[in-house]
């Protein structure tokens, strides 16, 4: 079955710290990834997407992801996290033969000054 | 920055009753869609629109659902008989495309339903 999982439900970090939120998927056709974060009371913001081609992608914010096949994962990354980053995170997957995204569960972040 | 817009931001409705969520897209965009996030859930696809008519859609959306879009900007999800079970919030999307670069969908800020 197609599935996203996001096996951190809440991380804490302080801020200047890095940051990697982890996702998994199970999807039998070739993956569309993509990373979204909703602040408190907002919509879902597109932080970055991957199709193909170079398997680092780096998105808005100062965000990254990298996406290994071999291991199902793409993993988000920050060097040094903002107060403003505070927020809750979801990995989605699609693909080519479909026009609906699977979301993982999502990832709460806090930051801490 | 052209964004996806939701109206309203929050409605309240009494069981049974028939509830307009509306959406403006992306103006340059051809692909529709409709998500809902009940609280603590994921956030589920519900339908897609392309052309005039469902793309895709998911067993979710029964005959209590329906999409349209009544003129060239707004598209609309009715549901004819609201349950409890329908409180979540509901999410429009676009896209330029499906499949490919232009395939990702961009979110409005949604609607939060709530059914008494």
């Known amino acids: 079955a197609q599935s996203v999982t996001q096996p951190d439900i809440h991380i804490t970090v302080s801020e200047g710290a890095s940051l990697e939120l982890r996702c998994n998927y199970s999807?039998?056709?070739?993956?569309?990834l993509f990373w979204y974060v909703q602040s408190p009371g907002q919509g879902l913001q597109l932080l970055l997407k991957?199709?193909?081609?170079?398997?680092l992608v780096q998105g808005i914010k100062g965000f990254e992801a990298e996406f290994k096949r071999s291991q199902s994962s793409f993993n988000l990354r920050k060097p040094s996290v903002h107060w403003s980053d505070a927020a809750e995170y979801f990995c989605?997957?699609?693909?080519?033969?479909?026009?609906?995204?699977?979301f993982g569960t999502g990832t709460r972040l806090q930051v801490f000054p | 920055e052209p964004e996806v817009t939701q109206t309203p931001s929050h409605q309240v409705t009494q069981m049974g009753q028939e509830v307009i969520l509306r959406c403006v897209p992306i103006?340059?965009?051809?692909?529709f869609y409709w998500y809902r996030q009940i609280l603590g859930q994921k956030v589920e696809f519900l339908v897609s629109?392309?052309?005039?008519?469902?793309?895709?859609k998911s067993e979710i959306f029964d005959d209590q659902f329906s999409v349209e879009r009544p003129d060239g900007s707004n598209f609309t999800l009715k549901i004819r008989s609201t349950k409890l079970e329908d409180s979540a919030m509901y999410f429009c999307?676009?896209?330029?495309?499906?499949?490919?670069?232009?395939?990702?969908?961009?979110f409005g800020p949604g609607t939060r339903l709530t059914v008494t």
């Open positions: 999307a676009s896209s330029v495309r499906q499949g490919g670069l232009g395939f990702e969908q961009y």
């Open positions: 999807y039998g056709a070739t993956p569309y």
């Open positions: 991957y199709f193909s081609g170079d398997t």
């Open positions: 989605a997957v699609g693909s080519y033969n479909t026009d609906k995204l699977i």
């Open positions: 103006s340059n965009h051809l692909y």
């Open positions: 629109f392309y052309n005039n008519e469902i793309s895709e």
